[in-house]
Structure formats: structure tokens, C-alpha cells
T-cell receptor, first 114, second 114 residues
Framework: AQSVTQLDSQVPVFEEAPVELRCNYS??????LFWYVQYPNQGLQLLLK??????LVKGINGFEAEFNKSQTSFHLRKPSVHISDTAEYFC????????????FGKGTRLHILP | KAGVTQTPRYLIKTRGQQVTLSCSPI?????VSWYQQTPGQGLQFLFE???????NKGNFPGRFSGRQFSNSRSEMNVSTLELGDSALYLC?????????????FGEGSRLTVL
């Protein structure tokens, strides 16, 4: 069965420092990969997506992610975080062959320290 | 363009009761999907409706059901509520479906079962 693992449940980082949020998924031939962000008391918002093509994907708010097929990873990065980036981040995989079409990781809570 | 609207935002029920949640998608979006979010299980896909037909379904018991109307508005129903059904229920609309991952989420309906 398809699964998504977000290795860190919480990540503290100082403001203006770089950050990487890790995501691994179980192997599959055809998957789409996504990162979503959830700000407090809000629904999820799509940050970026990988469907095909270039393995480096740029999203909103200065975030980017790199698809690594050999390591089945899709880590999210930002070179310099801001206090407004405080939120929970979810990695998700869509496996076109499955009925439960999209699977989310458990989430990583990003804490920005002043 | 108005976003995804979910009602009610908060509700409290007792075990054995039933509940109906409503979701109004973004105008023009034909796909509506539902998710259950809990601290323990994270975000789990419930089902997707596309043009009034259930297209996909996650691993939830038959107590969880839904429907979609001709105007794309969707309702989700949970019968015979259990304590474990306490969760944030999120609805997402999409122009082309869950597969694409282009999901636009509402703010959710927080259900507490006593």
C-alpha cells in the first residue's frame, strides 16, 4: 500500500535561517507529489506540486521541493524562513492506480524562533 | 472568487446521533472531496464526488456517506456517531479532481462527540 512518511513531527528554526522538511513515500511507478500548508484554524493550501518534468519544483512563498525518484523523497526547502511561515506542512501523494486517491503524511509543525 | 465554504464550523453531538455537514465548492469546480483530520491519524481521505457521482472512496465504514447536488454543493453524513468520530472534517473542491492534487480546502467543520 502507498504510504507517506514525514520524518519530523516538529521542526524549530530561527528566523531567516534555511529549513528542510523531509518527506518519503513508498515506491510506485506513477505518482504525483504535493506539499500543502495549514495555518492555524484554517484549511490546507497547496504550496507546490510535482506531476512530471523538472525534478525541482518551485512553489508559493519562496518554497521549493526536489523530487528524487531513487530515494523516493520529496523534501521541501526554503532558504530563509519568516515568522509568517509558522504553520503545519503536509506532504501528499496521489497514486493513480489506487481508489484512495490521495494520501497525506502526518504533518510537520514548523516553529519559527525569533 | 469565493472560496470553499463549510458549515457549520463547530458542532457538538452525542454518541448515537447523526450529523450532516455541508460544503459549497468554488464556482465551476465539479469535484468535491472530504477528509477527516485527527491528531492521531492525521488527514485521511473519505470520498470524492464528481458531477454528482461518487468517484473514489477511502477506508471508512458505511456510517460515513455523502452526496453531491447538481450545483456541485456536497453534504457528508455520519450516522450512529462514536467518540472516535470527533475530528476536523475538511472539504476540498477541485476543477479536475483529487488525482491532480489541485485541491482548494475550506476551513473545516469541527465535530465533537460526547
Amino acid at each position: 500500500a502507498q504510504s507517506v512518511t514525514q520524518l519530523d513531527s516538529q521542526v524549530p528554526v530561527f528566523e531567516e535561517a534555511p529549513v528542510e522538511l523531509r518527506c518519503n513515500y513508498s515506491s510506485s511507478v506513477s505518482v504525483y507529489l504535493f506539499w500543502y500548508v495549514q495555518y492555524p484554524n484554517q484549511g490546507l493550501q497547496l504550496l507546490l506540486k510535482y506531476l512530471s518534468g523538472s525534478t525541482l519544483v518551485k512553489g508559493i512563498n519562496g518554497f521549493e521541493a526536489e523530487f528524487n525518484k531513487s530515494q523516493t523523497s520529496f523534501h521541501l526547502r526554503k532558504p530563509s524562513v519568516h515568522i509568517s511561515d509558522t504553520a503545519e506542512y503536509f506532504c501528499a501523494v496521489s497514486d493513480l492506480r489506487r481508489d484512495d486517491k490521495i494520501i497525506f503524511g502526518k504533518g510537520t509543525r514548523l516553529h519559527i524562533l525569533p | 472568487k469565493a472560496g470553499v465554504t463549510q458549515t457549520p464550523r463547530y458542532l457538538i453531538k452525542t454518541r448515537g446521533q447523526q450529523v450532516t455537514l455541508s460544503c459549497s465548492p468554488i464556482s465551476g469546480h465539479r469535484s468535491v472531496s472530504w477528509y477527516q483530520q485527527t491528531p492521531g491519524q492525521g488527514l485521511q481521505f473519505l470520498f470524492e464526488y464528481f458531477s454528482e457521482t461518487q468517484r473514489n472512496k477511502g477506508n471508512f465504514p458505511g456510517r460515513f456517506s455523502g452526496r453531491q447536488f447538481s450545483n456541485s454543493r456536497s453534504e457528508m453524513n455520519v450516522s450512529t456517531l462514536e467518540l472516535g468520530d470527533s475530528a476536523l472534517y475538511l472539504c476540498a473542491s477541485s476543477p479536475r479532481g483529487v488525482d491532480t492534487g489541485e485541491l482548494f480546502f475550506g476551513e473545516g467543520s469541527r465535530l465533537t462527540v460526547l
